[in-house]
């Protein structure tokens, strides 16, 4: 299915290698994990696949890429979409129409196949994504994670040999990411062939056929599934733990509670009965919490619960219909604290907030509004440059950088303001273990020094290690709130809500 021979590959105006003397060749059937570092060039790959490169990123390529018998330099991305279904890590970018079942059919209408199949065809796919009820939805009004299930089954309806996805369970809750592979499971059994790209390993164990682990374009390993448990491998190569949820949950729980503290003399945020609405009648209804001083609140729920449509209240990005919400402290003249002194918030997308020319400028931009001098300003944008992995990219374009990067640059920049609190919605999207870790280094020296955190998040790794306590959200209410302990010792026993189940 996959013949690449001497592969390499230079993005424009670059001098290293994106991709560097890569060899790789996939059976038809053949299920391939392919893993590594945020930037190792797993995305770059996966690009050459379909034709993206070169023919629209441009750059220079030489080698051979021959997928079921057609060479991609020689064939269109158009022609090769009926080869290779291809999800990205952002499904917004492969959007062409508002309402779910227009884009679903988007594919099969440009293909000419008559109404009757493209319904059929239609059909099938929503109902292997389980999102069939969203058939006559508006794409921008659903979740991150509904948002992947369209774009998978916009794929599925082309019907391709193969099957590429890039971190498609990075924004899908628990459910949903099994869900996933459930139906990747079924088109492996029907003959298809897949290559995943994915940090979490935990879904793909049982399916994988072979692992190629990447690293700075080069492909290091090759194996069978036991590559996963490799402890080497692991901490070499960033590959997040495999282990089944159960046995990860009484591992963190002493760590968990032995590791984190934090000052519960003071409240910072209170909310009290918010509510807001949605033109199509989803509803943020009574939502009420406290959060207090270096306190880390971690928000779950499936994909749709009301997790982000909170957090942009919150963040005054949605005018709430009632309620109220009341930030402390004041600066002790006594005066308003602004807002950006106050509060932070790291969208999913970064795309949607990174706008400067070099990741650099990015972390420095608005300090100095904010009454920072020009040696504060250098200090912090150095020292989470350097903690954070990012100093080498320091002159980098942020909107060229993988989509790991992205997201360890945008919650950098909110950082460098130390605000008294930062909400950040699924921001180990795209992370390898090595920089997810760096990022729960980061979160616990802020915390350390007061400032508190709303992490919403499906990660559960991430979560183990950095909440104190938990809000389960449900068709946009609170329906439960634990400490992080009582929660996953009720995990480990199988005992918890639908999010939680294994």
Same mark, same amino acid.
């Given at each position: 299915?996959?013949n690449?021979?001497?592969?390499?590959?230079?993005?424009?105006h670059t001098?290293?290698?994106?991709? =560097?003397?890569?060899?790789?060749?996939?059976?038809?059937g053949?299920?391939?994990l392919?893993?590594g570092?945020?930037?190792?060039?797993?995305?770059?790959?996966?690009?050459?696949?379909?034709?993206?490169?070169?023919?629209?990123?441009?750059?220079d390529?030489?080698?051979?890429v021959?997928?079921n018998?057609?060479?991609?330099?020689?064939?269109?991305?158009?022609?090769?979409?009926?080869?290779?279904?291809?999800?990205?890590?952002?499904?917004?970018?492969?959007?062409?129409?508002?309402?779910?079942?227009?884009?679903?059919?988007?594919?099969?209408?440009?293909?000419?196949?008559?109404?009757?199949?493209?319904?059929?065809?239609?059909?099938?796919?929503?109902?292997?994504?389980?999102?069939?009820?969203?058939?006559?939805?508006n794409?921008?009004?659903?979740?991150?994670?509904?948002?992947?299930?369209?774009?998978?089954?916009?794929?599925?309806?082309?019907?391709?040999?193969?099957?590429?996805?890039?971190?498609?369970?990075?924004?899908?809750?628990?459910?949903?990411?099994?869900?996933?592979?459930?139906?990747l499971?079924?088109?492996?059994?029907?003959?298809?062939?897949?290559?995943l790209?994915?940090?979490?390993?935990?879904?793909?164990?049982?399916?994988?056929?072979?692992?190629?682990?990447?690293?700075?374009?080069?492909?290091?390993?090759?194996?069978?599934?036991?590559?996963?448990?490799?402890?080497?491998?692991?901490?070499?190569?960033?590959?997040?733990?495999?282990?089944?949820?159960?046995?990860?949950?009484?591992?963190?729980?002493?760590? =968990?509670?032995?590791?984190?503290?934090?000052?519960?003399?003071?409240?910072?945020?209170?909310?009290?009965?918010?509510?807001?609405?949605?033109?199509?009648?989803?509803?943020?209804e009574?939502? %009420?919490?406290?959060?207090?001083?270096?306190?880390?609140?971690?928000?779950?729920?499936?994909?749709?619960?009301?997790?982000?449509?909170l957090?942009k209240?919150?963040?005054?990005?949605?005018?709430?219909?009632?309620?109220?919400?009341?930030?402390?402290?004041?600066?002790?003249?006594?005066?308003?604290?602004?807002?950006?002194?106050?509060?932070?918030?790291?969208?999913?997308?970064?795309?949607?907030?990174?706008?400067?020319?070099?990741?650099?400028?990015?972390?420095?931009?608005?300090?100095?509004?904010?009454?920072?001098?020009?040696?504060?300003?250098?200090?912090?944008?150095?020292?989470?440059?350097?903690?954070?992995?990012?100093?080498?990219?320091?002159?980098?374009?942020?909107? %060229?950088?993988?989509?790991?990067?992205?997201?360890?640059?945008?919650?950098?920049?909110?950082?460098?303001?130390?605000?008294?609190?930062?909400?950040?919605?699924?921001?180990?999207?795209?992370?390898?273990?090595?920089?997810?870790?760096?990022?729960?280094?980061?979160?616990?020296?802020?915390?350390?020094?007061?400032?508190?955190f709303?992490?919403?998040?499906?990660?559960?790794?991430?979560?183990?290690?950095?909440?104190?306590?938990?809000?389960?959200?449900? =068709?946009?209410k609170?329906?439960?709130?634990?400490?992080?302990?009582?929660?996953?010792?009720?995990?480990?026993?199988?005992k918890?809500?639908?999010?939680?189940?294994?």
């Amino acid at each position: 299915m996959i013949n690449i021979e001497k592969l390499e590959y230079h993005y424009p105006h670059t001098s290293k290698p994106a991709l =560097n003397s890569v060899d790789l060749h996939v059976n038809k059937g053949e299920f391939i994990l392919v893993t590594g570092k945020s930037g190792c060039g797993k995305s770059t790959l996966a690009c050459t696949l379909n034709g993206i490169i070169p023919h629209i990123s441009g750059g220079d390529m030489e080698g051979k890429v021959v997928v079921n018998g057609k060479n991609t330099k020689n064939f269109t991305v158009f022609q090769m979409a009926q080869e290779v279904g291809f999800i990205f890590q952002n499904p917004e970018s492969q959007f062409f129409n508002l309402q779910v079942e227009d884009e679903v059919a988007f594919g099969p209408e440009n293909l000419g196949l008559d109404p009757e199949e493209i319904d059929k065809r239609v059909s099938k796919a929503l109902h292997d994504v389980k999102m069939t009820f969203w058939r006559k939805h508006n794409v921008f009004n659903l979740s991150e994670g509904q948002k992947q299930r369209v774009n998978i089954a916009a794929n599925l309806s082309l019907n391709p040999e193969l099957l590429v996805l890039d971190e498609p369970t990075s924004n899908l809750d628990l459910p949903g990411a099994m869900e996933l592979f459930q139906t990747l499971e079924r088109l492996k059994n029907n003959g298809k062939t897949i290559v995943l790209i994915d940090h979490r390993t935990q879904h793909v164990k049982k399916l994988v056929d072979r692992v190629i682990i990447m690293d700075e374009g080069k492909i290091i390993h090759k194996g069978g599934k036991k590559l996963l448990h490799d402890p080497e491998a692991m901490k070499k190569y960033s590959i997040r733990n495999p282990t089944h949820l159960t046995t990860m949950v009484k591992k963190f729980n002493a760590y =968990n509670t032995s590791n984190i503290s934090h000052n519960t003399s003071k409240v910072i945020l209170e909310v009290n009965n918010l509510s807001y609405q949605y033109s199509n009648g989803f509803a943020l209804e009574d939502v %009420s919490f406290t959060l207090k001083k270096g306190e880390i609140l971690g928000i779950v729920g499936n994909n749709g619960s009301g997790k982000t449509t909170l957090a942009k209240v919150l963040a005054g990005l949605l005018k709430p219909g009632k309620g109220t919400i009341i930030f402390f402290p004041e600066d002790q003249g006594g005066n308003k604290i602004s807002m950006a002194h106050k509060l932070g918030m790291v969208l999913q997308n970064p795309d949607h907030q990174l706008f400067m020319n070099k990741v650099h400028t990015e972390l420095s931009f608005g300090l100095s509004e904010l009454g920072f001098s020009l040696e504060e300003i250098e200090s912090r944008v150095e020292d989470i440059l350097s903690s954070m992995n990012l100093s080498k990219l320091r002159n980098r374009h942020p909107h %060229s950088l993988s989509s790991g990067e992205k997201q360890r640059t945008l919650i950098s920049a909110f950082m460098t303001r130390q605000p008294h609190l930062l909400i950040l919605d699924e921001p180990t999207t795209g992370m390898d273990s090595y920089h997810m870790n760096q990022l729960v280094g980061e979160i616990m020296k802020l915390q350390g020094d007061g400032v508190s955190f709303i992490l919403i998040s499906h990660d559960i790794e991430f979560l183990l290690k950095t909440t104190h306590k938990l809000i389960f959200m449900e =068709n946009g209410k609170i329906i439960d709130e634990k400490l992080t302990e009582e929660c996953y010792n009720f995990t480990a026993n199988l005992k918890v809500h639908n999010h939680f189940k294994v």
